[in-house]
Every structure is written in structure tokens, then in C-alpha cells.
């Protein structure tokens, strides 16, 4: 069992910036990759960024490259989310997410349905 609560979203101008942040608890320790998606209203979720948490190694959605920075501190179970150079296209709910096993971690929202996540953080950007 994972247990996930983002933290970090408001209300920022577009240009500004801002840091989300989930905490894991649970069986934190099997946890293998972790990822950030999002939901604007009528609008299909969509991955931003995923991590492993082994090597660190990223990947991020075309949309978000260049502006957003996805990172973790496993002493602090802890994901971040750094958002820069923040759109109004950019306004939605946030989540994360976490996937055990193994194998290649994609930011496709589906691969993640059957694990676990957070109960979202609303991000508003305006012009």
C-alpha cells in the first residue's frame, strides 16, 4: 500500500512559477518509478513528467520541455515538481503517481490506472 499528497498549487501569472510537492508513505521502499500528470476540465488527463526512482533518469511531454523540471529526495520520500515560465494552458488539476516493478515507465496515463495516486492539487495560471 502507497499512500500520495501533492501539495504546492495556487494561483500564479502567467511567466511566474511555481513547486509542487508529493509525499509518499507506505511501502514507499518498492515504489520504482513516479510520474505528474494532469486534468483540465473537459479535457482527457495527460502525463507531464516521469521519474525513475532508482537512476533519476526523466522524461517529459513536448508541452512542458525547457519550462518544467521533475526531481525527488528518496531520503525524503518526497517528488517535486518545478513549473517555470508557467502558460494558462498549463491550468488543470495535478497529480502524481507511482508505479512498483520494473520495466520502462512511459507518462501514459493508462499504464498507471491500476496503481497509485494522489488526490490532485489545482494549478491556476492566469493571463
Known amino acids: 500500500q502507497v499512500h500520495l499528497v501533492e501539495s504546492g498549487g495556487g494561483s500564479v501569472q502567467a511567466g511566474g512559477s511555481l513547486r509542487l510537492s508529493c509525499v509518499a508513505s507506505?511501502?514507499?521502499?518498492?515504489?520504482?518509478?513516479m510520474g505528474w500528470f494532469r486534468q483540465a476540465p473537459g479535457k482527457e488527463r495527460e502525463g507531464v513528467a516521469r521519474?525513475?526512482?532508482?537512476?533519476?533518469?526523466?522524461l517529459y511531454s513536448d508541452s512542458v520541455k525547457g519550462r518544467f523540471t521533475i526531481s525527488r529526495d528518496n531520503a525524503k520520500n518526497t517528488l517535486y515538481l518545478q513549473m517555470d515560465s508557467m502558460k494558462p494552458e498549463d491550468t488543470a488539476i495535478y497529480y502524481c503517481?507511482?508505479?512498483?516493478?520494473?520495466?520502462?515507465?512511459?507518462?501514459?496515463?493508462?499504464?498507471?490506472?491500476?496503481?497509485?495516486w494522489g488526490q490532485g492539487t489545482q494549478v491556476t495560471v492566469s493571463a
Open positions: 503517481a507511482a508505479r512498483k516493478g520494473g520495466g520502462y515507465c512511459s507518462i501514459r496515463p493508462r499504464e498507471y490506472e491500476s496503481e497509485y
Open positions: 507506505g511501502d514507499t521502499y518498492s515504489i520504482y518509478c
Open positions: 521519474i525513475y526512482t532508482g537512476s533519476g533518469s526523466a
